[in-house]
C-alpha cells in the first residue's frame, strides 16, 4: 500500500535488513530528501564514503550509500529516473532567509528532523542527504544548478536496507526543486523481499 509524505513535510520509519523502501513521485517533479541512520543511531548516511566507494558522484542502480563508519545502510536495486542529488544540503530555515529574504518557510532541515525525533533519534548534526529525484547539473567549472526533475508521475527507485535502519523523509517545500511548481505529495511503501 503506497504512503503518502504530505507536500512540505516529513515522516520517519524503520526498515529491518533486507526490506524494500520504493519511493515514488505520484505526481511528477516532486523532489524530496531521504537522511538514514542505524537503528542504534551510531551510524548515518555518508554522503563523502558514498561518493568514494561508488567511485563517481551520479547513483543509480546497483550503487549504494554508504555510513559515516564505511557500512552500507541502502542499496538501490531499481531506479527508473536515474537522476538524484547529494551535494545540495537539505533546505533550511536560515537558507531561506539568507538567499530568499524569506522567513519561516516550510523546510528540510526541519522535517527530517522532527520524524528523526518521532523515531528515537536526536539529530543535533544532521548529515548529507539523499536528494531524490532532484536533478542537479554541474558545469565544466563545478558550478552546481538545479535543473526541473526528471521524475514523471509513477516514477520510482526503490532501495534495499543493508542493516536495520531509521529513516526520514521530507517532500522538499521548495519551488525551486520543482520546477517551480508548488511542492506536492511523495508516496513510499515498505516491501518484503
Same mark, same amino acid.
Given at each position: 500500500?503506497? =504512503?503518502?509524505?504530505?507536500?512540505?513535510?516529513?515522516?520517519?520509519?524503520? +526498515?529491518?535488513?533486507?526490506?524494500?523502501? #520504493?519511493?515514488? $513521485?505520484?505526481?511528477?517533479?516532486?523532489?524530496? *530528501?531521504?537522511?538514514?541512520?542505524?537503528?542504534?543511531? &551510531?551510524?548515518? +548516511?555518508s554522503?563523502?564514503r558514498?561518493f568514494?566507494?561508488?567511485?563517481?558522484? #551520479?547513483?543509480?542502480?546497483? $550503487?549504494?550509500?554508504? &555510513?559515516?563508519?564505511? =557500512?552500507?545502510? +541502502?542499496?538501490?536495486?531499481?531506479?527508473?529516473? %536515474?537522476?538524484? $542529488?547529494?551535494?545540495?544540503?537539505?533546505?533550511t530555515?536560515?537558507?531561506?532567509?539568507?538567499?530568499?529574504?524569506?522567513?519561516?518557510?516550510? =523546510?528540510?532541515? *526541519?522535517? +527530517?528532523?522532527?520524524?528523526? #525525533?518521532?523515531? %528515537?533519534? *536526536?539529530?543535533?548534526f544532521?548529515?548529507?542527504t539523499?536528494?531524490?529525484?532532484? =536533478?542537479?547539473?554541474?558545469?565544466?567549472?563545478?558550478?552546481? &544548478?538545479?535543473?526541473?526533475?526528471?521524475?514523471?508521475?509513477?516514477?520510482?527507485?526503490?532501495?534495499?536496507?543493508?542493516? $536495520?535502519?531509521?529513516?526520514?523523509?521530507?517532500?522538499?517545500?521548495?519551488?525551486?526543486?520543482n520546477?517551480g511548481v508548488?511542492? #506536492?505529495?511523495? %508516496?513510499?511503501?515498505?516491501?518484503?523481499?
Open positions: 500500500m503506497l =504512503n503518502l509524505v504530505p507536500a512540505a513535510s516529513g515522516v520517519g520509519l524503520r +526498515l529491518r535488513k533486507g526490506e524494500h523502501l #520504493r519511493l515514488v $513521485d505520484p505526481e511528477g517533479g516532486q523532489t524530496g *530528501d531521504l537522511v538514514a541512520y542505524s537503528a542504534d543511531g &551510531s551510524e548515518r +548516511l554522503s563523502g558514498t568514494d566507494y561508488n567511485e563517481k558522484v #551520479r547513483l543509480s542502480t546497483g $550503487d549504494a550509500l554508504w &555510513s559515516d563508519r564505511s =557500512n552500507r545502510l +541502502l542499496t538501490i536495486i531499481a531506479d527508473e529516473v %536515474g537522476r538524484h $542529488d547529494m551535494f545540495y544540503a537539505a533546505c530555515r536560515e537558507m531561506y532567509a539568507l538567499q530568499y529574504g524569506i522567513d519561516d518557510h516550510p =523546510n528540510c532541515h *526541519d522535517n +527530517l528532523s522532527a520524524a528523526l #525525533r518521532g523515531q %528515537g533519534i *536526536d539529530p543535533v544532521l548529515p548529507q539523499l536528494n531524490f529525484f532532484m =536533478n542537479v547539473e554541474i558545469d565544466e567549472e563545478g558550478r552546481l &544548478s538545479i535543473a526541473p526533475a526528471r521524475s514523471w508521475p509513477g516514477a520510482a527507485m526503490v532501495l534495499r536496507a543493508e542493516m $536495520d535502519l531509521i529513516v526520514a523523509l521530507s517532500a522538499c517545500p521548495s519551488t525551486m526543486c520546477g508548488p511542492p #506536492r505529495p511523495l %508516496g513510499f511503501e515498505i516491501l518484503e523481499p
